[in-house]
Nanobody
Framework: QVQLVESGGGLVQAGGSLRLSCAASGRTFSSYAMGWFRQAPGKEREFVASITWTGGSTYYADSVKGRFTISRDNAKSTVYLQMNSLKPEDTAVYYC?????????WGQGTQVTVSS
């Protein structure tokens, strides 16, 4: 019913930038928001940022405030994550999520690697 396709990950040096995209298809209009999570090696998956479809209200984890910006294109059902001033600790697999169902719908994940 809902499919998510992520792109934009890659290898970047510390201090650099990446822009992740998550294109949603299916019954995404029934969700009130979309968000980004990440999971680093040996770590639990953690919340990064989210945005509501109607008001565009944004929420960020403390670790990324001031560096990451989440945005959305309602017509394209696409959410973006602009990541600036990247740090090695940002290295993780980044997942897009639609909060539908008991565990939500998740994308396949895209790898972000930040080198020193």
């Amino acid at each position: 019913q809902v499919q998510l396709v992520e792109s934009g990950g890659g290898l970047v040096q510390a201090g650099g930038s990446l822009r992740l995209s998550c294109a949603a298809s299916g019954r995404t209009f029934s969700s009130y928001a979309m968000g980004w999570f990440r999971q680093a090696p040996g770590k639990e998956r953690e919340f990064v940022a989210s945005i509501t479809w109607t008001g565009g209200s944004t929420y960020y984890a403390d670790s990324v405030k001031g560096r990451f910006t989440i945005s959305r294109d309602n017509a394209k059902s696409t959410v973006y994550l602009q990541m600036n001033s990247l740090k090695p600790e940002d290295t993780a697999v980044y997942y897009c999520k639609v909060p539908l169902g008991p565990r939500g719908y998740w994308g396949q994940g895209t790898q972000v690697t930040v080198s020193s």
